[in-house]
Each structure stands twice: as structure tokens, then as C-alpha cells.
């Protein structure tokens, strides 16, 4: 089925045997004896080796054989002469399947800027960079769904398109049919959206949460992971308008073990990556060291399978808000007046906070629960006191929330109480509302940003150089 990839190839034994590579050239290079055609199929980091001879095939086609051409060759599988490969392929044939003028194709053999890189999101894939990324992207989310179904969970879909804002925050796209030059109108003037295809006013989904929950009360353990979409206009390094969530819900299921879960959870994923990304991982650490190296000594972060191995093997550090506050309010940042948002209990923390708590105060990752119920959804468990939930969220090193979550409210009358008192009206979660009259049972979930993790694991600064084709404010061209 199809040809060998060039991964296959690289560990084959080399017995003279005929092989046929098909992939991108990344480099040519002559010598007087030789001509070197270093080849890329994207199955690994590593490229392979083909050999020509000079003078062996004629001028025209050699010129056409240029970075970013794409080549079949024919040839032997040899060992190699040189060092750096073990094995390599002297060439009998090459058909150029599509050419680059040099003159015009964007992608050299020299270091590009990832911001430049971010303007040909249809060429990155194809640099060492960005497919270590993409391979490892693949395998967290390989691992992620290796994860739950060990565990016992199964996978949910979830609708893209919903009625409801399940965060309450607001930030939703709108889909609509209706046409936006001739919208039709109420007899008081509104739109009247009775005429739009689903008969009401939709969007796209911000999270699978309470679907997810309606599946958990049936199945006990429930996963989803797939697209959310946030109109939020924050022009940051840590949000995307589309990313990927993952979000387990359990019934049965109480903060700690919630917490637990979310805990063990990252720490294999994580795992997974550091065993079976080995080649991606250590490419991406020693990128990260060159950029560092411009960084005085003790600026510089741990390696990159350093941190990783850190995070796996540490437990994490668990507080709740309220002590948040009080190790903030006795910060040094906060005493010299360093942060620029104000310290305070009831305040959001801002990731300024979070990270001083991570990266300075603790210097491992951090699950904050039992904030006040104010900032927090009204879908979370009230404590006891009647002013904080049970929520957590948890916080990493250069990320920050990278998982938030909670035990849920399974209380009716508690749950409707928050329901208005947050101003959504309850006609249009009656179905969740239903499911805490008919059998309701304590439970909890959480939800991963995948790509905060992606960023987490391959140490990238920007999310959006973690996903193929990033949206964000002004942006969506590929
Ligand atoms: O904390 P959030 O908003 O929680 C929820 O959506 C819950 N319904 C989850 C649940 O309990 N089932 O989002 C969860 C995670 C965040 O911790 C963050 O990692 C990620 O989603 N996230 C984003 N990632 C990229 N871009 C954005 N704009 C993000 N907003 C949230
Ligand atoms: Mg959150």
C-alpha cells in the first residue's frame, strides 16, 4: 500500500535492494565527486541521502532539482560513505514530480522567523520546525484518545453548532443563513429569527461541557475533543478564536477526583510524547537552546526534556484560591508594587499572578481551587459556604491555565438559582436543567486547551505556530 516512507527506509538493513523515495528536497549540494539530494517525506525529522553521480543525468534535469521540488527517485539502498547517515541511496533514476523556481519559492535552507513562517501557513508544514510540531501534535492526540479509552471512557460528539452560551461569557460566533443585506423582522423591529434555518438564534459551540454531561449521566464516563470557537478579541500568545478541547466528564466524580484525573491525565499524555517523540523532541530542545542563547545564563529556562520530565515526575502543587491570594498579597511583586493588576480576594487572577505562583513561588505546576463564585460559571458546585465552588484550574509553567474544571452543581434549585442569577434564561437550558430532576448525581469534568498543551510540550512561544492553520482576530486565510 503506497510507497515506503522514508522513515521505513532509514532503518531498513542496506543490501544494494532497489528502493524508490518520494518526497521534498531539502538541500542540494555538490561536490566534484558527488551529487547530494537530501530528501523529505515528513514521516520523520530525519532527511535521507540520495547520491548521484556528477554528469550522470543531464543539466536541464539536475537544474530543476531545487529546494522544495518534489522527486521520485529510483536507486539502491547502500550504507552510507559518509558520516551523519547510516544508510543512503545512489540514485538510477529521478522523475521531478513538480518543480520550485528558486527565484520565487518561499521556503530557503536558511533560519525563517516564525512570524514570517506564520504569512506561508501553506508551506510551513514542510519545514524541520513545523512538522516536528505537527508530529507531535498527532501523537498527543493519539495519546489522548489511548488515555480515556483505557480508562474506561467513552468518546462523545458533541454538537459544533449550539443555542446555548455554555461558559455565559459570551463570545460566541453566530451561524446564520439568513441574508444579512434582507434580514426579516418582528413586527417591534427585531430580527426575526423564526426565519433562520434552525428556527433560532445559533452559534458556534464554546464548549461540549453540558452535552457532555448529558452524556455522563447515561454512560458514567464521557469524553469529548474536538473544535470550540471564541469571538474573544485577545490578540495574546495563549488564544486561538478556534482551538481544540478536550473535556472528560464523570458521574460520580468529586473535586478531588477530579482533580486526580486531570493530574494523571497530563502527566501520561505527556509521557506518551517523551517516549514516542523522541527524534521531534530533541530537535525542538535544540531550538530552543539556540534562541536561548542570546538570554544571560539565568534567564535561561530548563532543556526542553528536562521540563517535560520535571512536570511528569513532580506532584503538582494544590492550593486553594483564597491561600493564592494570601502567597500573592505576601509576594514581593505585589509589596514593590510590580504587578499591574491589583491583588485582591475576589479579583480574576490575571496571568501575571498565575505565573508568579508557578514559575517563581512554587516552580512546578499548580491546581487552584475553590474560587469565589463571582468570576467562576454557574454550572459549578457551590461549597458550603455559600461563596466559592468547587472549581480548579490548573496552571503551568509558561502557559498558565492550561485545564479548567469543576464539580458540577447537581442540585436543581441551587443550579436554577445561578442559572437566573447570571442572567440566562432557564427556558433555554431546560434539557440540562432536567437532568438534575431526573436522577441527578454529583459529577465533575474539566476541559484541556490541546494546544496549550502542544505549546507546553513543544516549548513554543506563540499558539499559533502549535496548530496547522491558526484563527485569530484579522486572520483566517488558509
Ligand atoms: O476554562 P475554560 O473556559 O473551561 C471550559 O470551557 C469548561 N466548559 C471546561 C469543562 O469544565 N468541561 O476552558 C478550558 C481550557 C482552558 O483552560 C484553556 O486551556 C483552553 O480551554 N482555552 C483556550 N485555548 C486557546 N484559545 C482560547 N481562546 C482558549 N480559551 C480557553
Ligand atoms: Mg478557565
Not at 479509552?149 to 453548532?161: A, E
Not at 493530574?263 to 530542545?285: M, R
Not at 466559592?388 to 509553567?397: C, E, G, Q
Amino acid at each position: 500500500m503506497g510507497p515506503l516512507q522514508i522513515k521505513e527506509i532509514l532503518q531498513a538493513t542496506p543490501e544494494n535492494q532497489p528502493i524508490t523515495l518520494k518526497g521534498w528536497v531539502r538541500t542540494k549540494r555538490e561536490s566534484k565527486n558527488a551529487i547530494f539530494i537530501a530528501l523529505n517525506d515528513g514521516s520523520t525529522i530525519h532527511n535521507i541521502q540520495a547520491v548521484a553521480e556528477p554528469g550522470q543525468f543531464s543539466d536541464e534535469l539536475m537544474q530543476s532539482v531545487t529546494t522544495g521540488s518534489c522527486l521520485k527517485i529510483d536507486g539502491q539502498l547502500v550504507e552510507s560513505q559518509g558520516s551523519g547517515q547510516v544508510v543512503e541511496v545512489k540514485v538510477n533514476a529521478i522523475e521531478v514530480y513538480g518543480t520550485a523556481d528558486p527565484e520565487v519559492y518561499p521556503l530557503q535552507p536558511k533560519k525563517h522567523s516564525l512570524e514570517f513562517l506564520r504569512e506561508i501557513a501553506h508551506l510551513r508544514p514542510r519545514t524541520n520546525t513545523f512538522s516536528a510540531i505537527l508530529r507531535i501534535r498527532h501523537a498527543l492526540a493519539f495519546a489522548v484518545h489511548q488515555y480515556f479509552n483505557d480508562k474506561g471512557f467513552f468518546y462523545l460528539h458533541t454538537p459544533v453548532i449550539t443555542a446555548s452560551d455554555a461558559e455565559g461569557a459570551g463570545e460566541m460566533f453566530r451561524v446564520t443563513t439568513l441574508d444579512l443585506n434582507k434580514l426579516p423582522r418582528t413586527e417591534e423591529g427585531a430580527i426575526n429569527f423564526k426565519e433562520d434555518f434552525f428556527g433560532r438564534e445559533t452559534n458556534l459551540t464554546v464548549s461540549g461541557q453540558l452535552e457532555g454531561e448529558l452524556g455522563a449521566m447515561a454512560l458514567s464516563k464521557i469524553y469529548t475533543f474536538g473544535p470550540t470557537f471564541r469571538a474573544e478579541n485577545s490578540n495574546t500568545t495563549r488564544h486561538l478564536a478556534e482551538f481544540w478541547m478536550i473535556e472528560p466528564e464523570m458521574a460520580f466524580f468529586e473535586l478531588e477526583d477530579n482533580m486526580d484525573l486531570a493530574e494523571d491525565f497530563v502527566k501520561k499524555v505527556i509521557t506518551y510524547a517523551l517516549i514516542n517523540c523522541k527524534d521531534d523532541l530533541n530537535f525542538l530542545q535544540n531550538r530552543l537552546a539556540d534562541e536561548e542563547k542570546s538570554k544571560p545564563q539565568n534567564e535561561r529556562s530548563l532543556p526542553l526534556l528536562e521540563k517535560l520530565s520535571f512536570v511528569v515526575d513532580n506532584p503538582f502543587e494544590r492550593l486553594t484560591y483564597t491561600e493564592a491570594i494570601d502567597i500573592l498579597l505576601k509576594s514581593k511583586p505585589h509589596k514593590e508594587k510590580k504587578f499591574q493588576y491589583q491583588v485582591g480576594w475576589g479579583i480574576d487572577l490575571s496571568s501575571e499572578h498565575e505565573r508568579y505562583l508557578v514559575e517563581k513561588h512554587f516552580k512546578k505546576p499548580v491546581i487552584l481551587t475553590n474560587y469565589p463564585r463571582e468570576i467562576k460559571s454557574f454550572y459549578m458546585k457551590l461549597d458550603e459556604d455559600g461563596k466559592t465552588v468547587r472549581a480548579m484550574d490548573v496552571l503551568f509553567p509558561g502557559i498558565g491555565e492550561i485545564i479548567g474544571g469543576s464539580q458540577r452543581e447537581e442540585n436543581y434549585e441551587k443550579l436554577l438559582g445561578r442559572v437566573n442569577e447570571v442572567g440566562i434564561d432557564p427556558q433555554n437550558l431546560w434539557w440540562y436543567l432536567e437532568t438534575r430532576q431526573f436522577g441527578t448525581a454529583p459529577h465533575s469534568g474539566f476541559g484541556l486547551g490541546f494546544e496549550r498543551l502542544v505549546q507546553f510540550v513543544t516549548g513554543m512561544g506563540n499558539i499559533r505556530d502549535v496548530i496547522p492553520f491558526p484563527r485569530y482576530p484579522k486572520s483566517a486565510e488558509f
